[in-house]
């Protein structure tokens, strides 16, 4: 994660990075796409993606019209200064809050199965890169957003997003930042999700936090978030209650949608009703709402 000391990072990411590398295949490659939904082209100022479909130059022909009378010289590249952390937080806040005016698969107006990969990789590389560090007063940044993109024949295929915030840390950014992103939000924007599944994670060591993982899966849809939070350890109990105040990090994984394929093929994970007792459909009433009380509990004994 270009350089970043891993040292603070949650226990949980090496579990879950663990279980989605195998899912995510190569996801270390920046794909490729054709039907972006940002402007490509950055200015030495903040510059936000639009809204508006990138419209393809048309290819040149392969004989030319007329012959040149000169040979033309090389465009002449201006380099552009390069952003602050200050700058590059304004775009992702931006984007956060606007998906570049699309919905999951999409993100940040990039379509899976749909978009040029060169003009992801452009785009990106003109504003400094996947990789965002959200700053902090306080401390070398608040959260990060790392973005990682498999691509084929030169369109995106598939885009894995991960954030998340410093060990040992309150953000002060994150919950708003990522607000689009809550449980509540995505119940609400796609509904019933196709599967549910849940891990408690007792503590691996004394005064080590037991954690939470909640999978929601939109196999319709071509996608699956990741939560990470805090368990109250209470035996013969584990409880989550879900606050997404408290949540230490999020996890997307999109593609195309695939009718017939599951967007998460064989997952050694314990369904929501088998870990919980609770269904999917009243899982799904309660937690659209926002601000509810309601806590998931599972027994200590089902997590060794």
Known sequence: MSGRDRNWTYLSVGIMVGQLVLLTACSVHRPSPEGLLISLT???????????????????????TSSPTHTPAPPTI???????????WAIAKEMLETNGG??????????PGKTDWQSVKEWFTAIGGFV???????RLFDYYIDMSFEHNHGIVESITVMSEIARGYNSQHFAQDWRRYSLDQVLTRYGLPSQVYIQFVPPLEQDAPAYYQLWLVYDHLGFY???????????PIMKACLRFKEV??????LQSPRPGEPVLESPDLHPLEEATGMDV????????????????????????
Request: charged letters at 15%; a negative charge; glycine letters at 4%.
């Open 42 to 64: 950055p200015s030495p100022s903040v510059i936000l993606p639009s809204a508006t479909p990138m419209r393809l130059p048309s290819p040149v022909p392969s004989t030319p």
């Open 78 to 88: 201006t380099p552009r200064p390069t952003l602050t952390a200050e700058e590059r």
């Open 102 to 111: 699309c919905e999951l698969p999409c993100w940040w107006g990039i379509i």
């Open 132 to 138: 965002f560090e959200i700053p902090s007063p306080e």
């Open 225 to 235: 978030t990741v939560y990470t939070g805090p368990v109250a350890y209470e035996p």
């Open 248 to 253: 230490w990090s999020i996890m997307l994984y």
């Open 281 to 304: 459909q009243t899982f799904y009433e309660t937690f659209r709402q926002a601000g509810t009380a309601a806590c998931l509990e599972s027994p200590v004994e089902v997590w060794p």
